[in-house]
């Protein structure tokens, strides 16, 4: 059985981000002492998240924001994942 993972108990720290990144493109950032690269498309995924997350600790409903924060890890895995070429 896989871990539920609660998007509020984690923050990434990024120690580095490359420029384009930075800049809303791809590039690369370190974190964990990782290198993680962030494809074109990574970025906007990732601002998504962010804005999913906000938006379930608006809603009055737990349900609804607990699926809002399942589906913004998931996208936040997709968007992680993606090759950096496509």
């Keep these: 059985m896989a871990t539920k993972l609660d998007p509020k108990q984690v ?3 990024a120690t580095f981000v490359s ?5 809303g493109a791809s590039g690369w950032f370190i974190v964990g002492g990782k290198l993680k690269k962030v494809p ?6 990732l601002q998504a ?5 906000e938006a379930s ?3 009055g409903n737990a349900r609804l ?14 968007a992680l994942n993606q090759k950096a070429g496509r």
């Design 11 to 13: 923050t990434l720290v």
């Design 19 to 23: 420029a384009g990144v930075a800049a």
């Design 57 to 59: 600790e608006a809603v």
């Design 49 to 53: 998240v962010h804005q999913m997350l």
């Design 40 to 45: 074109p498309r990574g970025i906007k995924q």
């Design 65 to 78: 924001a607990a699926q809002l924060q399942q589906t913004a890890i998931e996208v936040a895995n997709a």
